[in-house]
């Protein structure tokens, strides 16, 4: 049998060619994303391994928890004489004190703006760092030694002066340029070193420290050399291992590739399942074909569970090859979406790819158990073929759904609606993806009953277009099982297609209607992500010094533990809010946040059952959790102008937070301050805080659509590689619908039908089978992007905001697309000769 | 029944005496060593308003001589003519045009479209030129084949007997200048053969229908007005007023002379 398999999968191999390639670009885009995202933790455990070097342990500021969404958390900066402290522990050979944080860098008066932060660091020898000067020496009071590969790639010599800003902003010289272990500099990163003063001065930390940095004493065990120094020390101060410190920085940067990794995994996998229809598909027709052949094997005393073997045999073969050959081509894939993501923002380190053995069987197993699952049905189908079939004259007529099918699929069906509606609107955001699941489960289900009826509903048009859209309506209609497969894998990417553009145009609109209840007439902002580096204080202070200033008002943001969640809050200043943005309170008031406590936006509070005068547990990195009492409620819409559902004052913010960086400051211009005329004079004011960017509120908020519209672009473009993968299978099906229709195309073209009106028929198909998937797709993408929003709003109001323009372009698009698969058929068919095709064997 | 309107009938006297004729048509399959001459200067002509069969043992020609006849395949020399029109100079889409407008055919097996009913089927030909076909001639034809209440019926809710009246139909919907028909009883039991042949007969009777019918069944070829004889290619022999016995007699006659030629020949 398994000679019988390898020789049928020979035999058949053009039919089968298209199949493989689904399953090796499917598999191709599993092994990249795992390649690349493999790489990329990689090469950043390196480095933040390679900065630790040589430190045993390091003492901080203990926190309640180290980094969040993706950032590590401020610690508060350590008192001058712990560095003596742990000094004089026994068992310590030799301590360090650190001052670092995030800076900026300014190079001839233009910012320094790597991906990924700017590290302000306190120089040090060996054997504490990995830092190996490559030029000049050490840096000492006015001096700053920088990380090569940033000197490389700005032009930046020995001998030339730079601004350094933190907190405090100074002009220093570059005496050295530095190595990180092997490497020219940290990736994504840039490296300002200084001398210890220097750096305090630059973080404003008067003669404090953010770490200590401790190497014990020969023979003496780290471990406990750990705990003695804990007990010393106290719960105040947190003492890791300097490597665990580094595995914790390194989490926090890794963390954001995780999330590229499950966003590029979900792709993938929407790849591999529209994959998996093409294969289901192309099975079923070519065992269609063969059922005379495989009913004479049954004759012949096959059973049928040879038959079922014969044909998974023939799976197995095309899915190993198309899985090796997928994983082979996935490292090369692994550049592609380095480049991609690049493209959309998404610094990832660059370095050799790692390939683990991990991938290479993820991506064998992946496209081998997709092919066999995908071919499992039609196999079953074709093993209880009956041996009479082999008498048989005429083919059968494709079989209609049966009845147990039906019911599944409605029951599934109703379920999943249902779940869908209620988890929306309970705004439960895991309701909706159980809802999601089953409506694509009964939609695979139903698809042989639903597709043949929409086909002849969206066909109707092509019956006044003569026989040829007649033939072609009637032909996809009469293959329920065939039109159903291949419309629901395009439809399954464009509803994701469709899905992902109703998110992205409302999370847009969310990030308009915010912008209506800030009166500013303009805002400073962080050009960086806030956590990349704020603005110093300073900035608010020069602003509002300004004679054209009528008010300022400073905003932060900070991160907090909402039991296991991470969460978002705000901090203002009750004082001055008031004069930039119009707060709606439902109740309480905003002045109350004076003497402590929190804003709640309204409906947060009222799904979390609280009102004024209750309580809210906050746990906080700094200070672990604290109950805060609820003064007011705002209205939702306030809170979205707020950016979260949680504000506190700037005097509370300082109890809980070490961060001393404002994220945006808000300014009312005073009465005849021409908008122009006072954006000079703020640009002037801040000119030396290189990442202070002066805009106004459009400008604000399209900096911030525009970053969300990168991202998604991204997801549209992965997702485009699944409609890819579609419209191969309209492809394949169609082509392989030529070759078993040969007769029928034979008889047209005897009786007349010309070339051209053949060729216009089965690109008719194409298009037919095209817009079955674009009404389901949009219609699904649509129905689970409104789910999805209002499962996600459970902290807003909701909002959905449909891009008509867009996803008109998607359905002319996918239109188009169907229509130049269905080229190469057509070809096919219109060359098919007229007499192979009516003789009669 | 009979034609009780004349002008359903074609008009034969517009016709030229000579429907189609082949002039010393070659065709060639395979190559070198391979090679097939199916037609060796194959020679006949046609003549308007009869019913016309072709025999031949297997092998002889039959129907590539009729392939040829019809436009459906090209050939490597001589001339094919329907009417005054030169086949062989005509592009591939005019020949189809010139089978949609002014031939009709019938196989032996897979003639109707599944997704047609039987009058769609019926009226294939001038649907796919954008024409209607002539209710009263379309109504004549259908009552003549029984087929009146099968029009709403596909192809695979009727009988073999049925499904090949129904290709009978699309073959005379456009009142040709020519039929042809490949075995058209090839797969009829014998009853429904003999009805299927008698129709062709009197349409060649009633309506002066040119028909070429291919077959190696003698009963059905007694039939036809003429039988044209073939044999490696080339037309042998011809019988007019055939009957079943002198079909046979001929036919033997001609496997003798083939068993006497020598091997390799």
Redesign the interface.
């Known amino acids: 049998m398994w000679r019988l398999s390898l020789s049928n999968a020979l035999a058949h191999r053009s039919r089968l060619a298209l199949t493989w390639l689904a399953v090796a670009l499917g598999v191709a885009f599993v092994a990249g994303s795992l390649v690349l995202t493999d790489t990329s933790t990689r090469l950043l455990d390196e480095q933040f391994r390679t900065t630790a070097a040589g430190v045993d342990l390091t003492v901080r500021g203990a926190a309640a928890f180290d980094a969040a969404m993706g950032v590590e958390v401020a610690r508060d900066p350590l008192p001058a004489d712990l560095a003596e402290r742990v000094a004089g522990t026994a068992g310590v050979d030799r301590v360090r004190p650190v001052a670092s944080g995030p800076g900026q860098l300014q190079v001839r008066g233009t910012a320094v703006e790597p991906a990924g932060p700017t590290i302000l660091g306190t120089w040090a020898e060996a054997p504490f760092t990995a830092y190996t000067l490559r030029a000049g020496h050490a840096p000492h009071g006015e001096e700053v030694v920088l990380d090569a590969a940033t000197a490389a790639d700005h032009g930046i010599a020995v001998g030339d002066t730079v601004t350094v800003s933190a907190t405090a902003s100074r002009p220093l010289r570059v005496v050295g340029l530095t190595g990180i272990g092997d490497g020219d500099g940290l990736t994504n990163s840039t490296v300002v070193l200084v001398d210890l003063p220097t750096a305090q001065t630059l973080l404003d930390l008067g003669s404090g420290v953010t770490a200590v940095d401790v190497i014990a004493a020969d023979g003496v065990a780290v471990p406990d050399l750990r705990a003695d120094l804990a007990a010393a020390l106290g719960a105040q101060y947190a003492v890791t291992g300097g490597q665990d410190a580094a595995a914790a920085s390194a989490d926090a940067a890794k963390e954001s590739i995780n999330y590229l990794r499950i966003v590029l995994l979900a792709l993938a996998a929407a790849g591999l399942v529209v994959g998996a229809f093409l294969i289901a598909n192309t099975f079923g027709i070519v065992l269609t074909h063969r059922a005379r052949e495989l009913a004479l094997l049954r004759a012949a005393g096959a059973t049928g569970r040879q038959v079922l073997g014969l044909v998974l045999g023939e799976a197995l073969l095309v899915g190993l090859t198309g899985a090796a050959g997928g994983t082979a081509v996935g490292v090369g894939a692994a550049y592609a979406l380095r480049g991609f993501a690049s493209s959309a923002g998404l610094a990832l380190p660059d370095g050799p790819l790692t390939v683990t053995v991990r991938t290479l069987v993820v991506g064998l197993v992946a496209g081998t158990l997709i092919t066999l699952l995908a071919a499992l049905g039609p196999a079953r189908r074709a093993a209880r073929t009956a041996p009479v079939e082999a008498m048989r004259v005429s083919d059968p ?1 494709p079989a209609g759904p049966r009845r147990g099918r039906l019911i599944t699929g409605w029951i599934l069906l109703g379920l999943g609606v249902v779940q869908l509606g209620t988890a929306a609107l309970l705004r439960q955001i895991v309701g909706v993806g159980l809802g999601a699941v089953l409506l694509l489960a009964a939609l695979v289900v139903l698809g042989p009953v639903l597709a043949p009826r929409l086909a002849q509903a969206v066909g109707r048009p092509l019956t006044g277009l ?2 040829p859209g ?2 072609a309506r ?2 996809i209609v ?1 293959n329920p099982r065939r039109t159903a497969a291949t419309a629901m894998a395009l439809a399954l990417g464009l509803a994701l297609i469709s899905f992902v553009a109703v998110l992205g145009s409302s999370v847009k609109a969310i990030g308009a209607s915010s912008t209506e209840a800030i009166t500013a007439d303009l805002l400073v902002q962080s050009s960086r992500d806030e956590m990349l580096g704020g603005l110093s204080p300073e900035v608010a202070a020069r602003v509002a010094a300004l004679p054209e200033v009528a008010a300022t008002s400073s905003v932060r943001f900070g991160h907090w533990l909402d039991g296991d969640m991470t969460s978002a809050l705000t901090a203002v200043d009750p004082a001055t809010l008031p004069q930039v943005a119009d707060v709606q309170m439902t109740g309480g008031a905003l002045a109350a946040l004076d003497g402590g406590g929190v804003v709640l936006a309204a409906d947060v509070a009222a799904e979390r059952g609280l009102t004024v005068g209750d309580t809210l547990a906050m746990t906080f990195s700094r200070d672990g959790e604290q109950r805060l009492r609820v003064v007011g409620l705002m209205a939702d819409d306030s809170a979205r102008a707020l950016s979260t559902s949680y504000v506190l004052s700037l005097g509370t913010y300082a109890q809980h937070f070490s961060e001393n960086v404002d994220a945006t400051v808000y300014v009312a211009l005073a009465d005849g301050v021409g908008p122009a005329a006072a954006r000079t004079a703020l640009r002037a004011a801040v000119a030396d805080f290189p990442n202070a960017e002066v805009l106004d509120q459009a400008e604000a908020a399209a900096g911030r659509a525009a970053a969300v519209g990168q991202v998604l672009g991204l997801i549209t473009v992965l997702l485009g590689f699944a409609v890819l993968i579609a419209l191969l299978g309209i492809t394949n099906t169609l082509a392989l619908s030529i070759v078993e229709r040969t ?2 195309i034979g ?11 053949l060729s216009w028929m089965v690109r008719a198909e194409a298009v037919l089978i095209a817009a079955v998937a674009v009404v389901t797709g949009v219609a699904l993408g649509l129905g689970l992007a409104a789910a999805t929003l209002a499962g996600l709003s459970a902290d807003n109001a909701l909002v959905i905001e449909v891009p008509v323009g867009q996803l008109l372009a998607v359905v002319a698009t996918a239109v188009l697309a169907g229509l130049v698969a269905g080229l190469l058929p057509a070809r096919r068919a219109a060359r098919l000769d ?2 192979t095709a ?1 003789a ?1 064997q | 029944m009979t034609v009780t309107d004349p002008q359903l009938a074609p008009p034969p006297q517009t016709r030229p005496a000579i429907a189609a004729r082949a002039v010393d048509v070659v065709k060639t399959y395979g190559r070198g060593e391979a090679a097939v001459r199916a037609l060796d200067s194959a020679s006949v002509a046609i003549p308007a308003g009869e019913f016309t069969a072709v025999m031949g043992p297997s092998g002889s020609g039959k129907s590539t001589l009729i392939h040829a006849l019809a436009g459906l395949d090209g050939i490597d020399a001589g001339q094919v003519f329907i009417g005054d029109t030169d086949l062989t100079t005509l592009a591939e889409r005019d020949r189809t045009l010139l089978r949609r407008e002014r031939l009709g055919f019938v196989f032996q097996a897979f003639n109707l479209i599944p997704a047609l009913t039987a009058a769609e089927n019926i009226a294939l030909p001038l649907t796919l030129a954008g024409k209607r076909p002539d209710p009263a001639w379309m109504n004549e034809l259908v009552h003549m084949l029984g087929l009146a209440n099968r029009l709403d019926h596909r192809p695979g809710q009727l009988s073999g007997g049925q499904q090949q009246r129904v290709a009978v139909g699309r073959a005379l919907i456009a009142r040709p200048e020519l039929v042809f028909a490949d075995e058209p009883t090839g797969n009829l039991d014998s009853r429904s053969g003999a009805a299927l042949l008698a129709f062709l007969r009197d349409a060649a009777r009633t309506y002066g229908q040119t028909i070429v019918m291919v077959t190696h069944d003698p009963v059905a070829a007694a039939y036809a007005d003429r039988v044209v004889f073939l044999a490696d290619g080339r037309i042998v022999d011809e019988l007019t007023d055939p009957t079943a016995e002198t079909v046979l007699a001929r036919l033997a006659g001609l496997d003798a002379t083939r068993l006497d030629e020598p091997v390799g020949a």
């Not at chain 1, 008889?747 to 009106?757: E, K, S």
């Open positions: 007529a003569g026989v007649q033939l009637e032909s009469r007769r029928e008889l047209l073209r005897a009786v007349g039908m010309t070339r051209a009106q007229v007499l009516i009669t």
